[in-house]
């Protein structure tokens, strides 16, 4: 989830040129609600929202969609992000893919959710990223593409995100998508499982059952 704190950074970019009260009626907005109140921030971002700030629109979604200061509304929720996200915004975006790939607030919907995910991903949004490599992963919404997935599971998993690796050690073991290589598998299962994550760690032991000694010796040079 993006963080109130990374919009606000955002939004001072954004309002280089513009007027310094607009930026100062958001930061009360963003104030107001780490503060828990709700009432305020919800004012304050709907007046910033209803004058097109995407910013605004994708905080205002966020509170729709988590029931503060008003009660929990994913059809709201939805017509702001995707006010936000025409206008660009990742963050709405993604969480507007994620939206139509749960039926929440939207007719469930996998085309669009691809849809909204690659927009996302193509701005460096890392859970679209490996959302999007998913649905290449099961052909959902896309047509099935191993190379495909493993594009996008690669680029998230650079970025640290323990599934993704997992997915990325997962498809190196069974040879989807790229040559099968146990080593590879290894490297990213064991930076997952680093992560805590079981299934990695489940994964891990899976390959290291499979490898050779040549193997064994070769995955502790990385």
């Known amino acids: 989830m993006i963080s109130f704190v990374s919009k606000i950074l955002a939004t001072i970019t954004l309002f280089l040129g513009c007027s310094l009260f607009a930026l100062a009626d958001y930061k009360t907005a963003v104030n107001a609600h780490n503060r828990g109140d ?3 921030a919800l004012r304050e971002f709907k007046a910033l929202a209803d004058k097109g700030d995407p910013n605004s629109q994708f905080n205002l979604g966020q509170m729709y969609a988590s029931g503060k ?3 929990i509304s994913y059809e709201a929720a939805a017509s702001w992000f995707l006010k936000a996200a025409t206008q660009g915004d990742a963050g709405a975006q993604s969480f507007l893919g994620q939206m139509y790939f749960s039926g ?5 919907n996998y085309q669009s959710a691809a849809m909204f995910w690659r927009k996302a991903a193509e701005q460096d949004d890392t859970p679209a990223q490996f959302n999007l490599g998913s649905l290449y992963l099961n052909g959902q919404g896309v ?3 191993y190379k495909e997935a493993l594009v996008w599971f690669d680029k998230a998993a650079r970025k640290g995100f323990a599934m993704a690796q997992n997915n990325l050690g997962f498809m190196y073991a069974n040879g989807y998508g790229v040559s099968q290589n146990y080593v590879q598998a290894y490297v990213w299962a064991s930076r997952a499982a680093a992560q805590g994550l079981n299934q990695a760690i489940q994964l891990r032991n899976d390959v290291v059952a499979r490898m050779t000694p040549f193997k064994l010796l070769k995955r502790n040079a990385y």
Do not use: I, L, W
């Not at 929440?104 to 469930?108: A, C, I, L």
């Open 143 to 145: 047509t099935q593409s």
């Open 69 to 71: 200061g008003v009660p």
């Open 104 to 108: 929440q607030g939207v007719p469930q």
């Open 38 to 40: 709700y009432a305020t």
